[in-house]
């Protein structure tokens, strides 16, 4: 194995494993380019002797050789492995090292930040206190304007007259005494109570008549001039509505 060179031994042991370039570059992360010219004993591409290493390792692993036998191989064909170094040369140990002093807080300057900062707050305090004042004397003054200019004559909007409803005529005469209720259209009440027999009653009212009449067959009614009739039975407590001339009782 001495005899041969490093690109020589990975490649015939590559072969014997029955591993491809492409194989071994997917078992390695190591690029299908490089591994070519390691087998050609070129290890120019891998980036110096210390990657070089790395690269033979990684290599002789995944074709079954002992990795560490291969890069003492190529450490003998190239000069021999790197001397160590040594920690002291590394780390210099005996160099002074000039820490900076610590030192504790600064009160003083702690306290004229203090004090600026309460300086600050105060004047925007009369700041904000002068400008509200300026903004209700502002709103004042704004109010005590008159929005209407001395001497202008106001006019009033004429007022919409209400559309006048029909008026409705309602005359009940009481053959027997019967309780009797009328309401207009808002319900204000127009009578209530006994209308005694013998006795006529008559009420006027705009757009509608509400009635309630304990015993239909003790009286008799009339509205708008017309005569009421199928009202309801003797004894029979019923409720009607009835509206100006030309709408027909319900």
Known sequence: ???????????????????????????????????????????GQCGGDFYARGHIRAVARAVGLDPEST?????????????PVAASAVFQADRKINLPERRGPNW??????????????????????????????????ASAKPSVPPNTPITEMPRAKPAKKG?????????????????????????????????????????????LIADAGAVSVQVNGKKVTGLGDTGEAVRRSFGPPKTQAR
């Open 71 to 83: 890069v003492h191989l190529f450490d003998q064909q190239h000069g021999g492995a790197p001397e």
């Open 167 to 211: 008026m409705v005529t309602l005359r009940i005469k009481a053959n027997r005494s019967s309780y009797v209720n009328v309401r207009d259209a808002e319900g204000r009440k127009l009578f209530a109570g006994t209308l005694k027999a013998g006795k006529t009653s008559t009420w006027r009212a705009e757009g509608k008549v509400n009635v």
């Open 1 to 43: 194995m001495q005899d041969q060179s490093i690109g020589a031994v990975l490649t015939a042991a590559r072969q014997s494993a029955g591993l491809t370039v492409a194989q071994v570059s997917a078992t390695t992360n190591i690029r299908e380019t490089i591994i070519h010219r390691m087998e050609q004993d070129d290890y």
């Open 108 to 141: 003083t300057a702690a306290l004229g930040v203090a004090l600026a900062i309460v300086m600050v707050f105060g004047l925007m305090r009369v700041l904000g206190d002068a400008s509200d004042q300026v903004r209700t004397a502002d709103v004042r003054a």
